[in-house]
């Protein structure tokens, strides 16, 4: 199994390579040359437990990492989780729920970082080499990213965050972690200007290369390939064809479900939803991608106005056409705007919704009233959105973070106190440390680099 960039310009790589450069030096984002197909296994992988099925889902994509290692670095990283299931399905009455929440730090980034750090540390070890890891956060990746490495051998991290922007607890979850290989940069801009600086450090090949830089943000083809398993193993508990509901942001979640589907999971169609920062309801309804700016909701992790991920759909919507993806993507970057030609609605099998503060409140009350079951904002939007969409059979909806972590949100809608989680209770008593920095690219690279591991 090779990996080639969405643009086209850099020789084809391999897994351990595609891991640790993140991002293409072209510019582009890495994807496997071919999707192993699961639709005659379908009997034997739903027999499987959770850690045992994600192995087998993502062991064709890193052929290059020894096999037994593989395995038992996927049950090391699900062990750290609160649930003997990992991701279990939840279903009262109608309510389809995958909880996606109980790893180390109650968000689904867990599932994919976790493994992500312990694959970060074995093929460095392997090469002898280090690394320093640069990472973006609209809330949740920072702290399981924080988590997924904290304290491993080789590898210092730097996760810049929106000052202000992301929810008080999420925000103590990265500044009080323990660790001198921990580094929280508070950004004074938005979400949208932390994957700028991203990106622009990031495309500086001669620093990258001399820094040992790496990505562990959703543009690292790692995260996606680990998530694609939990598509696989709830689509796998029903006797039809499911449909998923996804809150989304900044497209990889949603898109490792796009990739169980091309894989043969026995999925039926896709549910997008977003906030009020809507420049995906609006592309997938009309194949206009039209940047406005970044509004503050309830739902943090998703007040994002540039889906990363999206060059990944695009590239596979027009069958590998590199050329027409730079144009795009050159187009949205220089104007803020491109368009892929459609003729109406993008793709028949993702049906997006926008969803306003005033439903998200309106959603997380009901479930609770009408379910006893308390959502986080963000999973709120996925459930309203299912609620707009006629879809036939099951509909699962995704708990991306326990309600615990916003309980502001929550106790607004329900009027009670219920949103509580021990792993968050002792945070305000814990020593917080952030640099804040300007929103420049030249700023953060050289604060980073007077602290780089070496």
Request: hydrophobic content about 40%; proline content about 5%.
């Amino acid at each position: 199994m090779r990996y080639i960039s969405t643009r086209g310009g850099v020789t084809p790589v391999s897994f351990e390579e595609a891991l640790l450069e993140g991002q293409a030096e072209d510019g582009g984002l890495f994807l496997p040359e071919s999707y192993p197909n699961i639709g005659n296994r379908w009997n034997e992988l739903k027999a499987l437990s959770f850690p045992d099925l994600t192995f087998e889902v993502i062991s064709p994509y890193a052929p290059d990492v020894e096999q037994a290692t593989l395995r038992n670095l996927v049950r090391d990283a699900f062990a750290t989780f609160d649930d003997a299931a990992v991701v279990p399905l939840v279903q009262i009455e109608d309510l389809h729920v995958l909880e996606l929440f109980h790893g180390p730090t109650l968000a689904f980034k867990d599932v994919a970082l976790q493994v992500l750090g312990r694959l970060f540390e074995h093929v460095l070890k392997h090469h002898g080499r280090v690394m320093n890891i640069l990472g973006a956060t609209s809330g949740d990746t920072g702290s399981a990213a924080i988590a997924g490495v904290q304290g491993r051998d080789g590898i210092s991290i730097f996760i810049m965050y929106p000052d202000g922007r992301t929810s008080r607890l999420q925000e103590l979850q990265m500044t009080t972690a323990v660790g001198k290989n921990v580094h929280c940069l508070a950004i004074d801009g938005s979400f949208d200007d932390c994957q700028r600086i991203l990106k622009t450090i990031f495309s500086d090949v001669e620093f990258k290369r001399n820094a040992h830089l790496g990505a562990v943000n959703s543009i690292n083809w790692a995260r996606i390939m680990v998530q694609i398993a939990y598509y696989v193993y709830a689509a796998l508990q029903y006797n039809e064809p499911v449909t998923f509901s996804v809150p989304t942001g900044n497209f990889g979640n949603i898109l490792s479900a796009i990739l169980a589907m091309r894989m043969g999971a026995p999925i039926r169609a896709l549910i997008l939803g977003t906030n009020e920062n809507d420049i995906l309801a609006r592309f997938f309804a009309s194949g206009e991608y039209q940047r406005g700016s970044v509004q503050h909701t309830l739902s943090p992790s998703m007040d994002i106005q540039v889906a990363s991920n999206l060059e990944r759909f695009i590239y596979l919507y027009l069958d590998g056409d590199t050329d027409r993806l730079s144009e795009f993507m050159h187009s949205f970057t220089d104007t803020g705007h491109a368009h892929l030609p459609c003729g109406g609605q993008v793709d028949s099998t993702i049906v997006a919704h926008r969803i306003g503060t005033d439903e998200t409140v309106a959603t997380i009350r009901h479930t609770w009233g009408r379910y006893g079951y308390l959502l986080d904002p963000h999973t709120a939007v996925g459930v309203a959105a299912s609620a707009q969409t006629q879809a036939e059979g099951p509909v699962i909806n995704l708990a991306t973070a326990h309600p615990a972590k916003f309980p502001d949100a929550v106790d607004q809608a329900t009027g009670l106190s219920l949103a509580r989680h021990p792993r968050l209770a002792a945070l305000d008593e814990n020593a917080a440390r952030k640099v804040k920095l300007p929103s420049d690219p030249h700023r953060v690279r050289e604060h980073i680099n007077a602290r780089l591991l070496r």
